[in-house]
Every structure is written in structure tokens, then in C-alpha cells.
């Protein structure tokens, strides 16, 4: 079992930044890949970005050049820095963690762009 917490969403205004952070809890060594997907209202889940246990990172199209995927091993977290925020990013993101043959999400986090 793998259990995420994430944190980092809210409010910001277009143009501007957010971070977000997912925590890794669990039998973490059987995590191949971590990453963050997203879901606006009346919109399926869409993927944002993950990062493998090898480092390879994988970017949805709309947030390539603007978002950047990281992951800090010792805190077993990995982190979505998101740049240039639009009224077009506003979502609930979650917090994947691939361990097959399963998959685990954590509770979702709140991303609103707005003047």
C-alpha cells in the first residue's frame, strides 16, 4: 500500500506560480513512477507530468515549457513547479503513485487561476 498527501494548491492569478508536493508514504519501493494529473469540471482526468524511478519525465502538452517535474528522493516527495499559470490550468490536480499492478491517488488538491 502506498498513501499520498499533497499540498501546494490555491489561488493565484494568471501569470503567476504555484508548487505543488506530493508525499510518498508506504511500500514506496515498488513505485515506478510518480506524477500529477489533473481534472477540470466537465473534463476527464488529463496527465500533467510524472517522473520515473529513473529520472525520465513525460509532460502533457499543454503545460510543456511551463511546468517542471522534480523529485527529492530523501523525502521520498516529489514536487510540480507550475509557471505562467492560466484561467485554462484551473483543476483539481492529484498525485499518482504507479506501483504495479496498482495504482495509487491522493485526495486532490485545488488549482484556481483567476483575476
Known amino acids: 500500500q502506498v498513501h499520498l498527501v499533497e499540498s501546494g494548491g490555491g489561488l493565484v492569478r494568471p501569470g503567476g506560480s504555484l508548487r505543488l508536493s506530493c508525499a510518498a508514504f508506504?511500500?514506496?519501493?515498488?513505485?515506478?513512477?510518480m506524477g500529477w494529473y489533473r481534472q477540470a469540471p466537465g473534463k476527464q482526468r488529463e496527465l500533467v507530468a510524472l517522473?520515473?524511478?529513473?529520472?525520465?519525465?513525460k509532460y502533457g502538452d499543454s503545460v510543456k515549457g511551463r511546468f517542471a517535474i522534480s523529485r527529492d528522493d530523501a523525502k521520498n516527495t516529489v514536487y510540480l513547479q507550475m509557471n505562467n499559470l492560466g484561467p485554462e490550468d484551473t483543476a483539481v490536480f492529484y498525485c499518482?503513485?504507479?506501483?504495479?499492478?496498482?495504482?495509487?491517488w491522493g485526495q486532490g488538491t485545488q488549482v484556481t487561476i483567476s483575476p
Open positions: 508506504g511500500s514506496i519501493f515498488s513505485i515506478v513512477s
Open positions: 517522473i520515473t524511478s529513473g529520472g525520465s519525465t
Open positions: 499518482n503513485a504507479h506501483a504495479p499492478p496498482s495504482d495509487y
